[in-house]
């Protein structure tokens, strides 16, 4: 298996943070922020349950930007042979 070395840019990690402290912000919101600030680090990796969320909301259009840009950045990290 290939080593990860694809990390969350630090204005993804900022927009995650602001998510994960905003009481309106939607259950799918904060959990792809949880998993975007999760992989900071790089040795981290999407698991295929935010993966298939991510992917959710890049299929759809009734999601806001900040919820897409989060899905793009845990997209942008999974694990091609999935």
Same mark, same amino acid.
């Given at each position: 298996? *290939? =080593?990860?070395? =694809?990390a969350?840019s %630090?204005?993804?990690?900022?927009? *995650?943070?602001k998510?994960m402290? $905003?009481?309106?912000?939607? =259950?799918?919101q904060?959990?792809?922020a *949880? ?5 900071? $680090?790089?040795? /981290?990796e ?12 890049? /299929? %759809?259009?009734?999601?806001? $930007?900040?919820? /897409?840009t989060?899905? *793009?950045?845990?997209?942008?990290q999974?694990? =091609?042979?999935r």
């Amino acid at each position: 298996m *290939a =080593k990860n070395t =694809k990390a969350t840019s %630090g204005h993804v990690a900022a927009l *995650a943070a602001k998510v994960m402290q $905003d009481p309106r912000a939607s =259950k799918i919101q904060k959990s792809l922020a *949880a998993s975007a600030l999760s992989q900071r $680090d790089a040795s /981290r990796e999407t698991s295929a349950e935010a993966e298939k969320k991510a992917a959710m909301v890049m /299929r %759809g259009k009734r999601y806001a $930007d900040v919820t /897409r840009t989060l899905a *793009a950045s845990v997209m942008a990290q999974a694990r =091609k042979e999935r």
